[in-house]
C-alpha cells in the first residue's frame, strides 16, 4: 500500500535536489524516488528539539510542509557519526533518511535532516565526504574554510572532502538537509581544533 505522506516528501527532496547541478543531486533524487524503502517508518520516542522544529517549519513552504507531515515517523536519531560529536549530539536533532544503514538504503551516499538549536555552536570539523546542504529554515553564521557569512534559507553550500566548516545559529536556528556523497565512511569525522562546549 502506498503511503501519500512518504511519496510526497520523497517526491519534494528529489525535485530539490534536481535543482542541485551536480551529479550526486540526480543519484540521490533518482535513489530517493525509485528505491524500496527496506525499514518502514514508524513513530519514535519525542525528542527535546521537536517542538522547536515544527515552530521552525511552520509556514515555510511545500518541503517544509512535506517534512511536517511526516515529522513524527522520521528517523531521529540516527546521525551517523553521533559517536564522535560528543558533548555537541545536545544541540542537535538528525534524521538520517537514506544511506547504508538508513530506510532507504543506498551503499554510496548518505542524506538526512538536521537541527541545530538556537544560539549554539558546532565547531570545525571535517570528514572524508563530500557534503551539500540545503537551509530550509532558519540561519546560521557558516564558516567552510576561510569563508564566514550569514546563510538562510534557500541556501545551498557545499563542502569539498575535508574542508573544515562550523555553524553559529541565531535565534531561531537551523533546520537544513544534508548530504554526503565521494567517500562516506564515519571514521573519518573529526573536530579539526579542540572543541569547547559553549554557544555562539
Do not use: C
Request: aromatic share 8%; net charge negative.
Amino acid at each position: 500500500m502506498r503511503d501519500p505522506d512518504l511519496d510526497r516528501l520523497l517526491v519534494a527532496l528529489a525535485d530539490l535536489w534536481r535543482a542541485e547541478p551536480r551529479p550526486e543531486a540526480e543519484a540521490t533524487a533518482r535513489a530517493l524516488t525509485a528505491t524500496q524503502i527496506a525499514t518502514p517508518l514508524r513513530p519514535g520516542p519525542p525528542g527535546p528539539h521537536d517542538a522547536a522544529i515544527r515552530a521552525l517549519l511552520s509556514g515555510k513552504g511545500p518541503l517544509a510542509e512535506a517534512t511536517l507531515a511526516l515529522f513524527d515517523r522520521l528517523p531521529w536519531g540516527t546521525n551517523p557519526v553521533d559517536a564522535q560529536v560528543g558533548p555537541y549530539a545536545a544541540i542537535f536533532a538528525v534524521a538520517e533518511l537514506l544511506g547504508p544503514d538508513g530506510p532507504i538504503p543506498a551503499p554510496d551516499l548518505r542524506m538526512g535532516f538536521f537541527y541545530q538549536a538556537p544560539g549554539t555552536y558546532y565547531p570545525p570539523h571535517n570528514h572524508d565526504a563530500d557534503e551539500t546542504y540545503v537551509i530550509l529554515a532558519g540561519s546560521a553564521l557558516w564558516t567552510a574554510g576561510e569563508d564566514t557569512r550569514l546563510r538562510g534559507a534557500g541556501e545551498v553550500i557545499h563542502h569539498p572532502s575535508r574542508l573544515p566548516h562550523a555553524f553559529a545559529t541565531g535565534p531561531e536556528g537551523l533546520f537544513a538537509l544534508w548530504r554526503w556523497s565521494g567517500d562516506i565512511n564515519t571514521h573519518s569525522y573529526g573536530f579539526t581544533e579542540a572543541p569547547v562546549p559553549g554557544v555562539a
